[in-house]
């Protein structure tokens, strides 16, 4: 079993006794097996032989580090997108409990449940830092080889702007032989959603105020906004046109940059996790393997700088730990201090 730090605490005891060789002794002429009485020593001496057995286990396998290391490993921030603005999912462990599984004769298996918290930070965001404090062990006596991931994914609205405008400055929306362009977009957050106030000249000048809801759309897993309302506010006389020009263009365009697929993420969450795992020395005496994630989506937050969305993802996992990560690294001497003896 595992003690409080997350130590191997083996338990060992005299199940038989295999001679490779009988054991025996001339005397005179005659040979003697000592079969039995060494037997009768062993079973008498076993509390002594067992001691030492265990206390040698414990030296070979230094399971609290493994532990250690993967707590803090599955810590480290990875960056998911290659071009663009920079995004990393960045996970802040909570709790973690186990128990050792029986599964093949020679093999020592150890099931953990983590608990984190999983952030999505963009560019010019701080990156919080690691929890490095491991939490006593604590027995996990259910069998549960589930993988749950709740994604906290906060966009500042002043990101927003910067990708609409990006996008959509100096687009020109014509109807009808008229025209205007589109000069400055800002989002921000109300009490009831958003809005985004557009500010567009030529033909048609003036500002348009656009009110929306953020929504999810349970079927195409879609993040999106909704029941757009509008008002103008503009002294030109082609108020009408105004008023086509947004239903028909002005809503699509903003909408369109607006959605966010979140199958994409499912789909690419077991990857990141993977990589980062892999991207560290861990990776290199650890293989996880993740089937595909189901994304629920559980809330949407909009406050007066940023827009917050939460999903559940769930799906399962394993993880396989190579012999060689309880292996100890044996220093070797210095030419300096061969030199000196």
């Known amino acids: 079993h595992l003690d409080q730090q997350w130590n191997l605490v083996p338990e060992t005891h005299i199940e038989k006794i295999d001679w490779i060789k009988e054991p025996s002794i001339k005397v005179a ?26 206390s040698s286990v414990q030296a070979l396998m230094n399971t609290r580090k493994v532990v250690q290391k993967l707590w803090m490993d599955i810590q480290k921030p990875i960056r998911i997108n290659k071009k663009g603005v920079q995004v990393w999912i960045k996970a802040h462990a909570q709790d973690l409990s186990g128990h050792i599984e029986e599964t093949e ?19 010019g965001d701080s990156i919080p830092p690691s929890n490095p404090t491991l939490p006593d062990f604590k027995l996990n006596s259910i069998e549960n080889d ?57 033909d048609v000048d003036g500002q348009l105020y656009v009110k929306g809801t953020p929504a999810y759309d349970t079927i195409s897993n879609t993040f999106s906004i909704r029941d757009f309302d509008f008002d103008i506010n503009s002294e030109n006389s082609f108020l009408s046109y105004a008023d086509w020009l947004l239903h028909t263009t002005v809503i699509d365009m903003i909408n369109e940059k607006l959605q966010l ?49 939460i999903v559940r993802a769930r799906g399962r996992a394993t993880l396989e730990l190579e012999q060689k990560i309880f292996e100890k690294k044996q220093k070797a001497k210095s030419v300096t201090q061969k030199a000196k003896r």
């Open 146 to 202: 589930s993988l749950n991931i709740y994604v906290h994914s906060l966009v500042r609205f002043d990101l927003i702007n910067k990708i609409l405008n990006d996008g959509l400055r100096e687009k020109e929306l014509s109807a009808k032989g008229f025209s205007t362009t589109i000069k400055n977009i800002n989002v921000y957050g109300t009490p009831t959603g958003i809005a985004i106030e557009i500010m567009i000249r030529g």
């Open 261 to 309: 697929d979140t199958e994409p993420l499912a789909g690419k969450l077991p990857a990141v996790i993977m990589k980062g795992i892999e991207k560290g020395k861990t990776g290199e005496k650890v293989d996880i393997h993740i089937n595909t994630l189901a994304v629920t989506p559980l809330t949407i937050i909009t406050t007066k700088d940023n827009i917050q969305l």
């Open 105 to 123: 004769a020679d093999l020592i298996s150890l099931n953990f449940e983590l608990k984190t918290f999983t952030y999505i930070i963009y560019e």
């Open 29 to 54: 002429f005659t040979k003697v097996n000592l079969r039995k009485p060494i037997e009768k020593v062993l079973h008498e001496k076993e509390s002594q032989i067992i001691t030492k057995a265990d």
